[in-house]
């Protein structure tokens, strides 16, 4: 009697221990038909988007990281093609001076504009930079600074750039490109494309956010968007 009862026992505990094993193994398979599943999908536009690594110019630049209710856009500073600007793009991130700022002019398809403290595009800081021409060209990410039309009046205010088409291509050898978007292409197209109403600054022109869009802050960071402190 105890001989039968001892095999029953163990006969339930294996019938239990392949059980689970049985379990475990469905386990494994579900996430692994998930994971497959996950890899087949069609990447999104701002997946792809999101995945850009534009390749950086020169190691011995500075990178600065923009943080937006969006997300981040870190760029790299051309302090090789551009100095004056670059230098002063950074002093003002040192000083903070374009912590919880706006993108006041934003147009689909062309460039998102910050860096104006009064979020008009009027607003004026005392001082102006000598242009800096390159031959670089105006395209998808361009880092570049917003002037009025004396050639050498361009201070705090900047653009980047949202394509390479007809309208960024006028700008080539009239705006001085100081940086480039290295990551965070997804948050400029995000930016770049949110809703806007007719801009009280610019006569017929649709290009103001109809809800703020804030800069919160910029700082010095490394390629990958680590602060460098």
């Given at each position: 009697m105890k001989r039968i009862s001892l095999i029953i026992l163990l006969a339930a505990l294996m019938a239990f221990a392949f059980g689970c094993s049985k379990d475990e193994k469905s386990a494994e398979d579900a996430a692994e038909?998930?994971?497959?599943?996950?890899?087949?999908?069609?990447?999104?536009?701002?997946?792809?988007?999101?995945?850009?690594?534009?390749?950086?110019?020169?190691?011995?630049?500075?990178?600065?990281?923009?943080?937006?209710?969006?997300?981040?856009?870190?760029l790299e500073l051309y302090h090789d093609v551009a100095p004056v600007?670059?230098?002063?793009?950074?002093?003002?991130?040192?000083?903070?001076?374009?912590?919880?700022?706006?993108?006041?002019r934003i147009i689909d398809g062309f460039m998102i504009q910050g860096g104006d403290p009064t979020g008009t595009g009027k607003g004026k800081v005392g001082y102006?930079?000598?242009?800096?021409?390159?031959?670089?060209?105006?395209?998808?990410?361009?880092?570049?600074?917003?002037?009025a039309r004396d050639l050498n009046s361009a201070s705090t205010q900047?653009?980047?750039?949202?394509?390479?088409?007809?309208?960024?291509?006028?700008?080539?050898?009239?705006?001085?490109?100081?940086?480039?978007?290295?990551?965070?292409?997804?948050?400029?197209?995000?930016?770049?494309?949110v809703e806007v109403v007719a801009n009280p600054e610019r006569e017929n022109e649709v290009s103001k956010p109809s809800e703020e869009v804030l800069l919160r802050t910029v700082f010095v960071s490394d390629a990958d968007g680590n602060e460098v402190i």
């Open positions: 038909n998930a994971q497959a599943a996950a890899d087949t999908m069609p990447m999104t536009r701002m997946d792809s988007l999101a995945a850009i690594r534009y390749p950086v110019r020169n190691e011995d630049n500075k990178f600065v990281t923009m943080v937006t209710d969006f997300g981040n856009m870190t600007h670059a230098d002063s793009f950074l002093a003002r991130t040192n000083e903070g001076f374009y912590d919880n700022t706006t993108f006041f102006y930079l000598a242009a800096e021409l390159s031959d670089l060209q105006h395209q998808d990410g361009t880092l570049a600074m917003a002037r900047f653009y980047i750039c949202l394509a390479r088409n007809r309208s960024t291509m006028s700008l080539d050898g009239r705006f001085t490109i100081f940086g480039h978007l290295i990551k965070g292409y997804d948050v400029l197209h995000t930016i770049g494309e």
